[in-house]
């Protein structure tokens, strides 16, 4: 059985031939892809030859091995030699997950991106600015007491401003239905970090100053859900 965010990330899946899961480890969703038929194959690639193996294994488990490929490769070079309709990239840092968008832009090939970083995540959506991707969807899930964050980016323009860079946008249009939940944590988490902050004994006003921004920009939208 799936976590509820690989749950949601296979909801956003593009149904194509080819699908791709780039740092797969488990294999469990694309395995869960395979099954419910949502891709034909699917391309398995994680950096860790110990993580392949467990990837293997569940293959074998699950009878897949005739629709999967498994590559031990760094990033989206897995895809130097298959094109795939729709990549998943999920569980990893904001700042890993940057860093493979932008080394592999070539062999994406206009394919659609399931992203679910776990930190950082305006240095994921400002990479998928510059190598020409634009939000879909932006979902929120939550496993285990903690929130997770699923989007969906595919080719397009894109032209937004710094607020939604940080804070993204797609995810406030909506009623999203753990979005007051999310709003209230963000913004309890940003008082205990003020506080923090301001009884420093060496002040730092740049961080204090994105802090308090922070704070304003949740309670305006935890506000707008009273």
């Keep these: 059985m799936l976590s509820n965010r690989l749950t949601l990330a296979a909801s956003l899946y593009t149904p194509c031939d080819m699908g791709a899961d780039i740092g797969t480890d488990h294999a469990?969703?694309?395995?869960?892809?395979?099954?419910?038929?949502?891709?034909?194959r699917m391309l398995l690639s994680d950096l860790s030859p110990k993580a392949l193996a467990r990837a293997r294994a569940e293959v074998q488990r699950r009878g897949l091995e005739g629709r999967t490929e498994l590559v031990c490769a760094p990033g989206l070079e897995a895809l130097r030699e298959t094109a795939c309709g729709c990549v998943s990239i999920t569980g990893m840092g904001g700042e890993t997950i940057a860093d493979i968008l932008r080394k592999g832009t070539e062999w994406l090939r206009g394919a659609a991106l399931i992203l679910s970083p776990q930190t950082e995540y305006p240095l994921v959506r400002r990479a998928?600015?510059?190598?020409?991707?634009?939000?879909?969807?932006?979902?929120?899930?939550?496993?285990?007491?903690r929130f997770y964050q699923v989007w969906r980016y595919v080719p397009g323009p894109w032209n937004p401003g710094e607020e939604a860079l940080r804070y993204g946008s797609l995810l406030y249009s909506?009623?999203?239905?753990?979005?007051?939940?999310?709003?209230?944590?963000?913004?309890?988490?940003?008082?205990?970090?003020?506080?923090?902050?301001?009884?420093?004994?060496?002040?730092?006003?740049?961080?204090?100053?994105?802090?308090?921004?922070?704070?304003?920009?949740?309670?305006?939208?935890?506000?707008r859900r009273s």
Excluded: M
């Excluded at 510059?130 to 007491?145: A, K, M, N, V």
């Excluded at 209230?184 to 003020?194: D, G, I, N, P, Y």
């Excluded at 009884?199 to 920009?217: K, V």
């Design 128 to 145: 998928a600015l510059e190598i020409g991707y634009r939000p879909e969807q932006e979902r929120l899930t939550r496993d285990d007491g």
């Design 28 to 40: 469990f969703l694309p395995c869960h892809l395979l099954v419910t038929g949502v891709c034909e």
């Design 174 to 223: 909506e009623e999203e239905f753990l979005l007051r939940a999310w709003l209230e944590r963000r913004v309890s988490l940003c008082r205990k970090q003020l506080n923090g902050l301001r009884t420093a004994a060496a002040p730092d006003e740049q961080a204090t100053a994105q802090a308090e921004g922070d704070l304003r920009f949740y309670e305006h939208q935890l506000g």
